[in-house]
Each structure stands twice: as C-alpha cells, then as structure tokens.
C-alpha cells in the first residue's frame, strides 16, 4: 500500500513524545544551568552583591506567587477545548496577570519603603521582582505552545530569551 506524495507516514508515538520531552528538558535545563552559573558568579564578586540580589528574588517570589495564581491551571482546560479561541484566552489572562503585578508591585515600593530601604537597594529589588513577576505572566503564554504540542517553539523563543537575561545580568 502507497501514501499520496503529500502526506507523511505517521510518526511513531515514542519518537513523538520523546521528541516534545527533549524540548521541554533543553528549555528548562538551559535556564536552570544559566541562572545557577549567574548565582556562581555573582557570590564570587561579593557577598553585599548576593545578598541583595537574594532578596531581590526572594521579594520577587512573593510577586511570582501572587501573579501566577492557578492562572496554568485555569487556560490549559479551557484551550484544550474543542471550541477555544486561543487568543481570547490568552488575552484575558494576561490582562488579569499584568493587573496583578502592578498591583503586586505597588505593594512591594510600600513595604520596601516601609523599611527603609535606601533608593538603589529599592531600585534593584523593585526590577528583579518585576523580572520575576513577568516571568510568570510569560509561563501563561507559553502554556498555549504546549497546548498546541508546540514544545519546539517553546524551546526556541526561551532559550535565546534566558541568555540575554543572563548576559545582562
């Protein structure tokens, strides 16, 4: 039996799979191994310079936290869905998200000014919570890639993405 010179042969479910974990894998190794390097290099420099950047991205979880909010949970049924529209979704959530980090990052000035802290330290703090408040808005984005088995994409747009971030740090 012949196939029509346009249509490919089916691709087998293993090679499949393995195919989209080995995206995933690369995308979430390559962060990990390029912030973990950063940390390394950065409490080579000093210990005020980690310190900082420590609360900074301890500051920056709470703001994490309060952005991401079940937001995963709440798209990956709803554009799974037969009759989803994709971009409505996604819209929608990440007005929501961007509401929240503003919100969240009003309230991270007033506590950072109710403790005193001096204009560079708050500074630094309010842009990694931001970074780390952003990147959560990202990861609802993303949720669509995988959605849609689009794990290559995925792959593609973060790891340039996290590079930059690293060399800029």
């Known amino acids: 039996m012949t196939t029509p010179a346009n249509q490919k042969p089916a691709a087998r479910p293993l ?3 393995a195919k989209r974990f080995g995206y995933m894998l690369a995308a979430q190794w390559g962060s990990g191994i390029l912030t973990g390097a950063f940390m390394i290099l ?26 991401g909010a079940g937001f995963e949970d709440y798209l990956v049924p709803r554009l799974s869905a037969r009759r989803a529209r994709p971009r409505a979704i996604l819209a929608e959530a990440l007005v929501l998200q961007l509401g ?23 500074l630094i703090v309010m842009l990694l919570a931001a970074g780390t408040g952003l990147q959560t808005v990202i990861r609802s ?9 689009r794990q290559d994409t995925e792959m593609a747009i973060t790891l340039p993405g996290v590079l930059a971030g690293s060399l800029f740090g």
Do not use: H, W
Not at 46 to 67: C, D, H, K, N, Q
Not at 141 to 149: A, E, H, M, Q
């Open 42 to 67: 950065l409490a080579r420099t000093g210990a005020g310079e980690l310190g900082l950047i420590s609360l900074g991205l301890a500051m920056g979880a709470f703001v994490s936290m309060a952005t």
């Open 15 to 17: 090679n499949f799979l």
């Open 141 to 149: 984005f993303f949720v669509l890639f995988r959605v849609l088995g």
């Open 100 to 122: 929240l980090l503003i919100a969240c990052l009003v309230v991270l000035l007033l506590v950072c000014s109710t403790l005193g802290y001096d204009p560079q330290k708050r």
